[in-house]
Nanobody, 122 residues
């Protein structure tokens, strides 16, 4: 079984910074992509940033230039450095990973973290 453990959320004033971390553990053969989604109250979950094992990144427009995603492949850990935070960044941030679980047996894996709350005050 594969699990994602997130940390780093909290309360910060507008213009401040936070760094989220997400570590994957369990029966992992390989992770192809790790990233972050967020869900604000009353809204659907949306992509924030994603990073592939090959190093390709994809950011949603509203965080470009403010957020940076990075990954430690050896530790199966992904980070999200969030700078210049705005009140509209307030949401629960979820870590996501996709890859292959095993052995024994190999199967496609998609897993979500439990979420970490980020609150940005004005």
């Amino acid at each position: 079984q594969v699990q994602l453990l997130e940390s780093g959320g909290g309360l910060v004033q507008a213009g401040g910074s936070l760094r989220l971390s997400c570590a994957a553990s369990g029966n992992i053969f390989s992770i192809n992509a790790m990233g972050w989604y967020r869900q604000a109250l009353g809204n659907e979950r949306e992509l924030v940033a994603i990073l592939t094992s090959g190093g390709s990144t994809n950011y949603v427009d509203f965080v470009k230039g403010r957020f940076t995603i990075s990954r430690d492949n050896a530790k199966n850990t992904v980070y999200l450095q969030m700078n210049s935070l705005k009140p509209e960044d307030t949401a629960v941030y979820y870590c996501y990973a996709a890859g292959i679980a095993g052995p024994p047996g190999y199967k496609y894996l998609e897993v979500w973290g439990q979420g970490t709350l980020v609150t940005v005050s004005s």
